[in-house]
């Protein structure tokens, strides 16, 4: 076996401290696991709950991999047989069916690399390659199942892990210095008198009763040092809830969104992550005291949600004696400009060589899941048609237009989009991401360059039940 484990632990060493997910990382360029997908018992906050699991985990391991590294991963279904065997296409369906995706990578997305056109069945095993390219841009990654029908019950019930590529941010001395925290945030859903994820009605709407944890754990204690601060890596891996988040009282130094680095550190008493984006924060923990962290009431779309207490941040005096001194402790905030992922230098307008719109919508349905489809273009998924056919090699510019009262975070597969504008406004900082939310009622628009790799892939809503609902198109890039 190549695979090199790191067991979950405090990254402080501390009991009772958040405890980093496992870990397996990658040795000599190459990255090699198995993944069982299996039914695991877990006492959920209000059920004991049968979960959808990687390797029974929640989250599942962190991956963590080098640009240029060849990432071998056995995907053994181990769910029990579907009950419905006649799939009805953009409704939900055959919920132990399934495949993977790698969020934001930027590889082949066919064969059998990032390929979410494939179905894995109850008791199948597929083989993953994927060729992590050498200038593969460092940060924060997510792995989680893509087959459309079943991906939002599979995320809903705990499916997902952080991958993170080595690089760029972590070679900054005020970052290299300080203790590294992974949170995952993920929300299982489950009906409450089975303890089970079967029925759609359980997780589709969006204020059911919600039990978020962080890396598995119901309100769990972050411990800090005066004075010190932390790297923290966060991922949303909800299934459909915006995380808008505070930390009254610590300071949140932004310095990176879906892996990649911020120009800047930037200072913000919010971070706001959309199901799919990740976050790199720098906390500083100015004064002794005990803090939460919540994801304060806010209206999503039409619903309003409620305050939810994600994690307790209890900072020790800066010379405690619960925490080992030679623990390492950051002090510093990263200053001046941080390092570029250098392939995503800007995009010009002399780049552009097409210019398209996107349509997000809802259609009245009849005999449909809840009698609606979600469509892009006028039309809910079709694997068999391509929406968007596309040059590789050459650059264009996406505007969407959101004509729903809900926000949407759409997340293109394969090649990431440099932001341009939001709601017809010029963004000043121009950020690389992989899931931009769009406004409800309004516009995103986005530039991309579609390089080295040609084939099919997708774009759709991050809100997981909108994706199985039909917010999915193909993207045929040809060569
Ligand atoms: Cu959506």
Same mark, same amino acid.
């Given at each position: 076996?190549?695979?090199?484990?790191?067991?979950?632990?405090?990254?402080?060493?501390?009991?009772?401290?958040?405890?980093?997910?496992?870990?397996?990382?990658?040795?000599?360029?190459?990255?090699?696991?198995?993944?069982?997908?299996?039914?695991?018992?877990?006492?959920?906050?209000?059920?004991?709950?049968?979960?959808?699991?990687?390797?029974?985990?929640?989250?599942?391991?962190?991956?963590?991999?080098?640009?240029?590294?060849?990432?071998?991963?056995?995907?053994?279904?181990?769910?029990?047989?579907?009950?419905?065997?006649?799939?009805?296409?953009?409704?939900?369906?055959?919920?132990?069916?399934?495949?993977?995706?790698?969020?934001?990578?930027?590889?082949?997305?066919?064969?059998?690399?990032?390929?979410?056109?494939?179905?894995?069945?109850?008791?199948?095993?597929?083989?993953?390659?994927?060729?992590?390219?050498?200038?593969?841009?460092?940060?924060?990654?997510?792995?989680?199942?893509?087959?459309?029908?079943?991906?939002?019950?599979?995320?809903?019930?705990?499916?997902?892990?952080?991958?993170?590529?080595?690089?760029?941010?972590?070679?900054?001395?005020?970052?290299?210095?300080?203790?590294?925290?992974?949170?995952?945030?993920?929300?299982?859903?489950?009906?409450?008198?089975?303890?089970?994820?079967?029925?759609?009605?359980?997780? &589709?709407?969006?204020?059911?009763?919600?039990? &978020?944890?962080?890396?598995?754990?119901?309100?769990?204690?972050?411990?800090?040092?005066?004075?010190?601060?932390?790297?923290?890596?966060?991922?949303?891996?909800?299934?459909?809830?915006?995380?808008?988040?505070?930390?009254?009282?610590?300071?949140?130094?932004?310095?990176?969104?879906?892996?990649?680095?911020?120009?800047?550190?930037?200072?913000?008493?919010?971070?706001?992550?959309?199901?799919?984006?990740?976050?790199?924060?720098?906390?500083?923990?100015?004064?002794?005291?005990?803090?939460?962290?919540?994801?304060?009431?806010?209206?999503?779309?039409?619903?309003?949600?409620?305050?939810?207490?994600?994690?307790?941040?209890?900072?020790?005096?800066?010379?405690?004696?619960?925490?080992?001194?030679?623990?390492?402790?950051?002090?510093?905030?990263?200053?001046?400009?941080?390092?570029?992922?250098?392939?995503?230098?800007?995009i010009t307008d002399?780049e552009i060589t097409n210019h398209r719109q996107i349509?997000?919508?809802?259609?009245?349905?009849?005999?449909?899941?809840?009698?609606?489809?979600?469509?892009?273009?006028?039309?809910?998924?079709?694997?068999?048609?391509?929406?968007i056919v596309a040059k590789l090699g050459e650059a264009e510019e996406w505007e969407f237009?959101?004509?729903?009262?809900?926000?949407?975070?759409?997340?293109v597969?394969?090649n990431?989009m440099q932001?341009t504008?939001?709601?017809?406004?010029?963004?000043?900082?121009?950020? &690389?991401?992989?899931?931009?939310?769009?406004?409800?009622?309004?516009?995103?628009t986005v530039r991309m360059r579609f390089t080295?790799?040609?084939?099919?892939?997708?774009m759709?809503?991050?809100?997981?039940?909108?994706?199985?609902?039909?917010?999915?198109?193909?993207v045929?890039i040809?060569?």
């Amino acid at each position: 076996m190549l695979d090199a484990q790191i067991p979950a632990q405090s990254p402080l060493g501390m009991e009772g401290d958040l405890k980093n997910p496992r870990e397996i990382t990658s040795v000599g360029g190459r990255f090699r696991t198995e993944l069982n997908m299996v039914i695991a018992r877990h006492d959920l906050p209000y059920a004991s709950a049968s979960l959808r699991l990687y390797e029974g985990e929640i989250p599942a391991p962190t991956f963590r991999v080098s640009p240029g590294d060849e990432i071998e991963i056995t995907l053994h279904n181990r769910f029990p047989s579907n009950p419905d065997s006649d799939p009805v296409l953009n409704t939900p369906n055959q919920f132990n069916s399934t495949n993977l995706h790698f969020h934001g990578f930027h590889v082949s997305p066919k064969g059998n690399s990032d390929n979410v056109y494939l179905q894995i069945n109850p008791g199948e095993s597929f083989n993953y390659l994927v060729q992590l390219p050498e200038d593969h841009p460092a940060g924060n990654y997510w792995y989680h199942p893509h087959r459309h029908g079943s991906v939002a019950v599979q995320v809903a019930s705990g499916c997902g892990g952080m991958m993170i590529v080595r690089g760029t941010l972590d070679d900054v001395p005020a970052v290299a210095e300080a203790i590294e925290r992974v949170m995952v945030f993920q929300c299982p859903v489950v009906d409450p008198s089975s303890g089970e994820v079967d029925s759609y009605d359980t997780i &589709w709407n969006l204020d059911s009763e919600r039990f &978020w944890l962080v890396n598995g754990e119901y309100q769990p204690k972050i411990y800090m040092r005066e004075g010190e601060v932390q790297h923290w890596r966060w991922l949303n891996a909800g299934d459909e809830q915006f995380l808008p988040m505070t930390l009254d009282g610590l300071e949140l130094h932004e310095i990176g969104f879906d892996g990649n680095p911020y120009d800047h550190a930037r200072l913000t008493n919010k971070v706001e992550i959309a199901p799919g984006n990740r976050s790199n924060l720098m906390v500083r923990a100015p004064k002794v005291g005990v803090y939460d962290l919540l994801r304060p009431a806010f209206t999503q779309g039409k619903t309003d949600l409620p305050e939810v207490h994600m994690a307790q941040v209890i900072v020790l005096p800066a010379d405690t004696d619960r925490i080992a001194s030679d623990v390492k402790k950051g002090t510093r905030i990263p200053e001046g400009p941080l390092p570029k992922n250098a392939v995503l230098t800007d995009i010009t307008d002399a780049e552009i060589t097409n210019h398209r719109q996107i349509v997000l919508g809802v259609k009245e349905t009849p005999g449909m899941y809840k009698d609606v489809v979600f469509t892009l273009n006028g039309e809910p998924f079709d694997p068999s048609r391509d929406d968007i056919v596309a040059k590789l090699g050459e650059a264009e510019e996406w505007e969407f237009v959101n004509t729903t009262p809900f926000p949407h975070p759409i997340h293109v597969h394969v090649n990431p989009m440099q932001v341009t504008h939001i709601n017809g406004e010029a963004l000043a900082y121009k950020h &690389w991401q992989d899931t931009i939310a769009v406004p409800a009622a309004g516009t995103a628009t986005v530039r991309m360059r579609f390089t080295e790799f040609d084939g099919r892939f997708v774009m759709h809503c991050h809100i997981l039940p909108h994706e199985d609902l039909g917010m999915m198109l193909n993207v045929n890039i040809e060569a």
